[in-house]
Structure formats: C-alpha cells, structure tokens
C-alpha cells in the first residue's frame, strides 16, 4: 500500500469526523423529537420503503411514526467503527453500538443496538445512505436481558435480537 500524502490524510480525517458526527447527532435529533435534523442527516434521495424516497417521506413515513410512538428517548452512541471505500472515496461503511434509554408510560426500558450504516459524500458534506438497526436486547431497567424471548423488532422494544447470534464470528464459538 502506498503511502497516504498530507492532502488524503487530511480527507480521512475530515471524513472520520463528519461520519462520527452524523452518529451523535441522529442520537441527539432522536432525544429532542426533531424531525427536520433528522432528515438532513441523510442522502436527498434516501430510499425510505414501500416505494417512497426522499427526506420528506422519511420524516414522514419513518421518524414520524417512530418519534410519535417514543415518549423520553436517550441514545448514546459508543463504539463507531468506520470504513471507508477505498475504490470509491465518496462512500463508506459503519457500525455504531449505542445504548439507548426509552420511556414506554410507567415503564423504562433499555436496549443494546448497533446500527450498520451506509454513507456518501455529498457536495463536500457525508451523509447516511441507510441505517439498519440491529438489536442485541430490549428489557425493561429491572429485568435481566438474559434468557428473554425474541423482541422480533420494530413489533416489540424489549427481548432479545438478532445480535451477536447472527454473525458468523460469534456462530462459529456458539458450537
């Protein structure tokens, strides 16, 4: 591998810091309810589902029904692994673990996710592309996360989820 000039190091460290800040500011978006961030933190022609696109339709289809759904949401975002395309330097990967803090009525619950993001460069600016949220588990503040029954996530916040079961690397100590 070739050594990096100043010039690209310089890009790589403006893409880490931008990426990282669109993690802590969708956290950020989320605990006040706002919907317009929200939207601005990804591509202009995100696909949102259902054949829909656009920021409109995501803060619509999407935040909309989540934000409405949520009373108190805490998400602090942790660990933020970040790679970027080396064939194309407009495009990256990530995952970020979060803790998040959620108030459902009387009840509290805590959750372990980790989302697997898409990013691209936009006019200077990194944006997401998508945002797959992951759960690892869902309990309320006073039960223990192990032994709970699948959370089959969005449908329910508490029980357990796909991770780490799902990858390969903890499938293959799992036996």
């Known amino acids: 591998m070739s050594e990096l000039t100043r010039e690209e190091r310089i890009e790589r460290l403006d893409a880490y810091s ?3 800040d669109l993690a802590v500011r ?3 978006a989320m605990a006040t309810k706002d919907r317009e961030t929200l939207g601005l933190l990804y591509v202009d022609d995100v696909r949102v589902g259902g054949g829909l696109t656009g920021r ?4 619509e289809a999407y935040f909309g029904a989540t934000l409405d759904r949520l009373e108190i949401s805490v998400l602090h975002a942790g660990t933020h692994v970040i790679d970027l395309d080396p064939e194309r330097p407009d495009r990256a990967r990530g995952s970020v673990y979060t803790i998040a803090q959620i108030q459902h009525g009387e009840r509290w619950i805590r959750q372990a996710i980790c989302y697997f993001d898409r990013y691209a460069k936009r006019d200077g600016q990194w944006l997401f592309i998508s945002r797959d949220h992951q ?7 006073d039960q223990p996360p192990n032994d709970l029954p699948p959370a089959n ?6 029980g357990t989820g796909t991770l780490p079961f799902g990858w390969p690397t903890w499938a293959a100590h799992a036996s």
């Open 18 to 20: 931008q990426i990282r």
């Open 26 to 28: 969708y956290a950020a």
């Open 56 to 59: 409109d339709a995501l803060r």
């Open 135 to 141: 759960l690892f588990y869902g309990a309320d503040f």
């Open 153 to 158: 996530w969005p449908a329910s916040d508490t």
